[in-house]
């Protein structure tokens, strides 16, 4: 089964907090994990991925954490603000090409 | 520059009806993708478009789904005999079509079906 599991489904960050996404997957030949940002009444958009020969990728104030070994990745947002609250995906993939995504969470960072 | 466009951006239609929705890609992507996403649900891969290659149509739900591409421009993905199942935004993304090439998503297409 290609399966992705997300959580929380929801999550509230006060400004300035760190804001934690994690995603579960089950098919090891997955070799391409994205995470996209969208907001209300758009397309979702890439936000940042890693590879799995890497165990952390940083960009600006989003990280993404991966461990290989338990099968999880994880987004870090930073220094939270409100303009960073969205829905985020995690997504998986064997080539980048189809993509298998998460439910999605709905952050809300409180100003 | 110009990115992915959807149209139309919102579609009401009667159980049973056809419908069509339309996507341009970035000029230039050879790679064009279909995406369903049902309410408050996670995107799911519908069909993948890479060049003049078959294409990948393992996430069409039923024989009622089908997509088209002309060339390396304007794809149209048809929903015939729609049921209310199939309301959710319809999206479409496209990509240089590399190797982990970055998708790049169109805003969509809001379908519900009365």
């Known amino acids: 089964q290609q399966q992705v599991k997300q959580s929380p489904q929801s999550l509230i960050v006060q400004k300035g907090g760190i804001s934690i996404i994690n995603c579960a997957y089950e098919n090891t030949a997955f070799d391409y994990f994205p995470w996209y940002q969208q907001f209300p009444g758009k397309g979702p958009a890439l936000l940042i991925a890693i590879r799995p020969d890497v165990s952390e990728k940083k960009e600006g104030r989003f990280t993404i954490s991966f461990n290989k070994s338990a099968k999880q990745f994880s987004l870090h947002i930073m220094d939270s603000q409100p303009g960073d609250s969205a829905t985020y995906f995690c997504?998986?993939?064997?080539?980048?090409?189809?993509?298998?995504f998460g439910a999605g969470t709905i952050l809300r960072v409180k100003s | 520059g110009a990115g992915v466009s959807q149209s139309p951006s919102n579609k009401v239609t009667e159980k049973g009806k056809d419908v069509e929705l339309r996507c341009d890609p970035i000029s230039g992507h050879t790679a064009l993708y279909w995406y369903r996403q049902r309410l408050g649900q996670g995107l799911e891969f519908l069909i993948y478009f890479q060049g003049n290659s078959a294409p990948d149509k393992s996430g069409l739900p039923s024989d009622r789904f089908s997509a088209e591409r002309t060339g390396e421009s304007v794809s149209t993905l048809t929903i015939q005999r729609t049921q209310q199942e199939d309301s959710a935004v319809y999206l479409c993304?496209?990509?240089?079509?590399?190797?982990?090439?970055?998708?790049?998503f169109g805003p969509g297409t809001r379908l519900l079906v009365l």
């Open positions: 997504a998986a993939s064997k080539d980048g090409n189809k993509l298998v």
């Open positions: 993304a496209s990509s240089r079509g590399g190797y982990k090439e970055t998708q790049y």
